[in-house]
């Protein structure tokens, strides 16, 4: 259970915060109470601003979910040509009125929504839509878009308004040339060191590196000096190690590694611990991380109905790639190419690993398996993650905004559409022999035959069923023929529900002679021929004939002739109607199967029926093409319900070994080509049965200079999309991807809505230095080691943390790139320093994910991400949603991470660890372990005032000196409330 402090503990606690408090107000200053306090304050102010989603993304879930909703259930009677209720559903204007009543929603409140209560048919007195309720899906998906504040974008038009001078193509041809986004990367030159001289105090110019200045901070100082704002002079060197760290690796430098770089005078010691750190295997760890944000990284499926497989066995595999490729510095273009084509790379042997790649496309929410909604978010993750456009908006309608006309997502729709996962996955190299791969071949083997044996087991079952009523099938398949039934006959027998698998193969079966040749059926096919109304008239003679070709068939000896058992069955009960022969055909043929059974209870070894002729009846039964014969796939197929739930906990159960077992070998999550590639048509409102006109298979129309606009030739063209993404003369893939890494070095991008370089994105604050990165990074052979590099060994990247009021005021927002932003460590590295501190943390590189909320020991890019059940610690520390590409993570202030740090089980056992590191001894000296816990904690020196206030507290606590097993309950040892209080303070937490 969570320690929970006693009011005595808590307050005796604080007593610590305010001894290290008055000294040093910007260092160790805020405790677990305090933290919590100031938590409590922060929400109380701004409710909602914590867990606000961005705009962009309500505004994909509303153009994607929600109006395709409305158009197709409400504007037919609420839209232009109707305002039933005075109420129209089509525009935001109309929306926001209401109806005659008033307004149809309460944000954020489906309860009290009319809208809602109406489509869940909750009153009798208004239902909608009146002919039939919606899906249960449609509801929820509608309560949601309420609950989140009913979001609906503004409808307004860009200035000017092309579309009603301009052709489509004319407008994508317009924004072309007018949009900076969409313009060549130029190389751009930086201002001349001359020319900021002149408009750059010496001082600052000389801080900056005089002469030998950056490139980057020639750029940045302009622009300050326009502006008459001042850089901040250099950070101190132990400000700039601890942030080296935490950008590059997420990971804090030991004590002596601090002190080590402190002392070192060489002009190039921060350029080396640069490169040192570039080529650590924990580099390719923390900015995997960054990368999988975009990529929607989960080990889950999402929801899926009948108990089906939801976890991805190998979503670790991508995880990994995307480590190793940044480890290796893979060139960006490579990395693209790979992540969406790699099985078309002929890629073997070792190369094989590249394969784990195109988990890029396929670590997505399944969406209960609809396809639709699966290639919509692969069009998304890669059209916002590569190219910083929100593609998928044009999926009901040409884009609001943006050169993306619906026809472009469909040509990217045909793409994903030709392309399908394998039904085995490739390995990633060939396994090695060894006694965990042995192992692993055996459990699997296991469960693999407790699936094979209970397949078999419900294969016979299901057999012996459908044999057992075989006239409820004959009757129902009669009742459905068009001249017996003006509709759909419900699937029902007189002994419940039938198996629908079973129906459709009892059609097939006797509507085709050729597959059913047997004298039984075809009797039954002549007497299905008979208009209803002359069936009791004439299927006598039909019996009459089918007698007399039996007794010639048996002077003759010939196979295959009617039973006189079944003809008389017949002529006794006289049917009046091809349903009621039906059922006496399925008697008769029962009524043999039942005998058969006892026969068989009786001698096991019996291998006919005595009577010829019944053995015959038997036979029709028991062939192996006919609809009561199962081979394994078929049972499969005829497992009902519940039994396919049964079914899918026991496959559940052969995946798990590959999910769990350390010896299981890795596998690419790939697509491949299908044999034949679709020709993708538009749905029209973005509904797949409402088809309008044929588009190619090509890359977006916008960008068309980039290969010619040509339709893509080779299979599904995946290949030829990821090269015409990451072509040299594509604008927007270089841009995007620099300003992805100014963004985590900085907090902020160059264009602060990095997944969105169109009309409604940011414009660059630095349009000239996002040319000049990107030109130089293409240069550069599409490093991004070499970007960071050059990033972080420029003046901008080293200036100090500290905030000037007159700076503030002109450039609140840091536009100017004034100041370094002091940050607030992401969940993972500060869990990871959690760890570190106490020296818990296993540093081992890649593998499979673990459950981190239940006290694994690995670094936090490891945690298991179900999405069905997100651990409440992740979410609470604003783990981005693995639904959906993320750019940028929200910055929340909530209780529950307060709550955490002062109380759960995980931080206090690393309080534990790091007093016991400090030294565990009754005899030790006080004054030397603060020491230690400071340099394990925060990595450096505590000052006199610290030692002094730990001191005081430490020794004059009551029992202060016991072990920490003979302290009571309710109270921490005084060591270990210590330890916790330099865990959760600023310092610990914030970089600057």
Not at 65 to 80: D, T
Request: one cysteine or more; hydrophobic letters at 40%.
């Amino acid at each position: 259970m969570p320690h929970v402090y006693s009011r005595r503990s808590a307050c005796e606690s604080s007593k610590v915060v305010a001894g290290l408090r008055s000294p040093l107000p910007r260092r160790v200053v805020l405790s677990a109470v305090a933290l919590f306090a100031a938590t409590c304050i922060a929400v109380a102010a701004s409710p909602s601003h914590a867990n606000e989603p961005e705009s962009s993304e309500q505004e994909k879930f509303f153009e994607n979910s929600v109006r395709p909703l409305l158009v197709q259930h409400c504007v037919e009677c609420h839209g232009p040509d109707d305002q039933s209720g005075e109420l129209r559903l089509d525009r935001q204007v109309h929306f926001q009125r209401g109806g005659g009543s008033g307004p149809v929603v309460v944000a954020g409140d489906p309860d009290a929504s009319r809208l809602i209560r109406a489509i869940g048919y909750q009153d009798n007195a208004l239902q909608m839509p009146p002919d039939s309720k919606l899906p249960d899906e449609a509801i929820d998906v509608l309560s949601q878009w309420v609950r989140e504040g009913a979001y609906w974008p503004a409808e307004t038009t860009p200035s000017p308004e092309p579309s009603a001078v301009m052709t489509p193509a004319e407008q994508i041809e317009d924004q072309r040339q007018s949009h900076w986004a969409y313009q060549p990367i130029t190389a751009k030159e930086p201002p001349s060191l001359d020319e900021l001289s002149k408009r750059v105090p010496a001082d600052q110019f000389a801080s900056w590196g005089g002469t030998a200045m950056t490139q980057i901070d020639r750029f940045v100082l302009a622009r300050m000096a326009e502006a008459d704002v001042p850089p901040n002079p250099r950070a101190d060197r132990r400000t700039l190690i601890h942030r080296a760290y935490y950008t590059l690796l997420g990971l804090p430098p030991t004590y002596e590694q601090v002190q080590a770089f402190v002392q070192d005078d060489a002009p190039d010691a921060f350029a080396k611990l640069v490169d040192r750190l570039l080529e650590s295997p924990h580099y390719g760890e923390r900015w995997a991380r960054h990368w999988l944000d975009i990529a929607r990284y989960g080990d889950t499926k999402g929801y899926l109905p009948g108990n089906q497989e939801t976890r991805y066995p190998y979503a670790f595999t991508y995880r990994d790639y995307v480590i190793d490729a940044f480890n290796d510095d893979k060139p960006f273009d490579q990395f693209i190419v790979e992540q969406l084509a790699a099985d078309q790379l002929g890629v073997d042997g070792e190369d094989r690993t590249a394969l784990a790649a195109m988990g890029f496309l396929t670590v997505g929410r399944r969406f209960m398996n609809r396809q639709h909604d699966i290639i919509d978010d692969q069009i998304d993750v890669v059209t916002r993650g590569f190219l910083g456009m929100s593609v998928a908006c044009a999926r009901c309608h040409d884009h609001k905004y943006d050169a993306i006309p619906t026809a472009d997502y469909y040509s990217l729709y045909g793409v994903f559409a030709s392309s399908e996962e394998p039904g085995t996955l490739p390995l990633l190299g060939e396994p090695k022999p060894s006694p965990e791969y042995d192992a692993f071949l055996k459990a699997k083997a296991e469960k693999q035959k407790e699936v094979d044996d209970w397949v078999e087991e419900r294969r016979q079952a299901i057999e012996n069923e459908l044999r057992t009523r075989v006239a409820d099938y004959l009757v129902y398949i009669a009742k459905s023929l068009p001249q017996y039934s003006d509709g759909k006959v419900p699937p029902q027998g007189k002994r419940g529900a039938l198996r629908l698998p079973a129906a459709r193969r009892w059609q097939q079966y006797l509507v085709n002679p050729a597959e059913s040749p047997h004298p039984v059926w075809s009797l039954l096919r002549q007497l299905a021929a008979l208009p209803p109304e002359e069936f009791a008239e004439k299927s006598g003679a039909i019996y009459d004939q089918a007698a007399t070709d039996a007794d010639a068939a048996a002077e003759n000896e010939t196979a295959d002739a009617i039973p006189q058992r079944l003809l008389d069955a017949l002529k006794q009960a006289q049917p009046q109607s091809l349903p009621e022969a039906a059922q006496v055909f399925g008697d008769v043929l029962e009524a043999v199967h039942a005998q058969w059974s006892e026969a068989r209870k009786a001698d096991e070894t019996l291998e006919r029926l005595p009577n010829a002729e019944d053995e015959a009846l038997r036979m029709v039964l028991w062939t192996a093409d006919a609809p009561t014969s199962l081979d394994t796939a078929q049972a499969v197929a005829h497992l009902d319900q519940a039994e396919r739930g049964r079914h899918n906990q026991l496959i559940n159960g052969v995946n798990g070994v590959s999910v769990t077992h350390p010896g299981a070998p890795p596998r690419g999550m790939v697509l491949v080509d299908k044999a034949k590639a679709v020709e993708p048509v538009i749905f029209r409102r973005g509904v797949p049965g409402n088809r309008g006109d044929r588009v190619p298979r090509r890359f977006l129309q916008v960008l068309s200079h980039v290969d010619g606009g040509q339709p893509f030739q080779n299979g599904s063209g995946r290949l030829e999309l990821a090269r015409a993404i990451a072509d040299v003369d594509n604008p927007l893939t270089p841009r995007v991807i620099v300003n992805r890494v100014w963004q985590h070095q900085f907090g902020d991008g160059l264009v602060r809505t990095a997944s969105d370089f169109g009309i409604r994105g940011e414009l660059p604050t630095h349009p000239e230095l996002l040319d000049h990165l990107a030109a130089k990074f293409v240069a550069d052979g599409w490093s991004i080691k070499q970007l960071q590099r050059q990033i972080m060994l420029s003046a901008t990247w080293q200036q100090s943390s500290r905030t000037r009021a007159e700076a503030m005021e002109q450039d609140p927002e840091n536009r100017l790139l004034w100041h370094m932003p002091r940050r607030r460590m992401d969940f993972e590295p500060f869990r990871d320093r959690l760890l570190f501190a106490s020296g818990r943390l296993d540093d081992s590189v890649g593998g499979r994910s673990v459950m981190i909320h239940q006290d694994a020991t690995r670094r936090a890019l490891y945690a298991y991400i179900d999405r069905e059940d997100l651990p409440g610690l992740l979410a609470s520390f604003d783990l981005p949603s693995p639904d959906a590409s993320q750019a940028k993570r929200a910055k929340t202030t909530v209780p529950q991470q307060a709550l955490f740090l002062m109380n759960s089980g995980f931080v206090i056992e690393q309080a534990k660890a790091l007093a016991a590191r400090s030294g565990s001894d009754v005899d030790d000296e006080a004054r030397p372990r603060i020491v230690r816990l400071y340099r394990f904690a925060l990595a450096r020196d505590p000052e006199n005032a610290e030692i002094e206030a730990a001191l005081d507290f430490v020794t004059q606590r009551p029992g202060s000196q016991q072990p920490d097993s003979q302290q009571p309950d309710s109270t921490l040892d005084p060591w270990v409330q210590l330890s916790q209080v330099l865990l959760l303070s600023n310092e610990f937490a914030f970089v600057d």
